[in-house]
């Protein structure tokens, strides 16, 4: 008895099929826009004020990095990489993401409604709005 495969449909093979993914670095700076609100340099991303995230964001680029641990004074551009990591999941590969912050005013002003996807021609993606979970202990 010879076996033979069944044939294949072409959208099950386009799911096996390599395809290019911007790199973080690449995102940002093709659709992330710092939003008038909160940034004092409104406008695109450029990595020109801080080439320092190009690292951070070519391991969080990367599939097979299980943790990335970013060292940095404050006001460095680090709520920006990680809005942009949010951004780039939201347009590219939708998936939940967990945020955990140290109090809860930080969590509650995190919490908040805030584009992340503004070019022109698609869709503006927003966050759900989520409720908080206050608090957790353990003991010990």
Not at 8 to 13: D, K, R, S, Y
Not at 63 to 88: F, H, P, Y
Not at 112 to 131: H, L, S
Request: with cysteine; proline share 10%; glycine share 4%.
């Amino acid at each position: 008895m010879i076996l033979k495969p069944l044939p294949t449909q072409p959208e099950v093979l386009d799911a096996w099929i390599s395809h290019d993914i911007l790199s973080l670095a690449d995102w940002a700076e093709d659709r992330y826009i710092l939003p008038k609100e909160t940034a004092e340099l409104a406008g695109p991303w450029s990595h020109e004020y801080t080439p320092y995230l190009l690292e951070p964001m070519k391991w969080l680029s990367d599939l097979t990095t299980r943790q990335v641990t970013v060292c940095a004074c404050t006001q460095s551009g680090k709520t920006e990489l990680s809005n942009i990591l949010i951004g780039r999941t939201i347009d590219v590969n939708p998936a939940p993401l967990l945020i955990a912050m140290p109090r809860e005013p930080d969590a509650n002003r995190r919490a908040e409604r805030r584009p992340f996807i503004t070019e022109p021609g698609k869709a503006k993606a927003e966050t759900a709005e989520v409720e908080a979970v206050r608090a957790v202990g353990f003991p010990g």
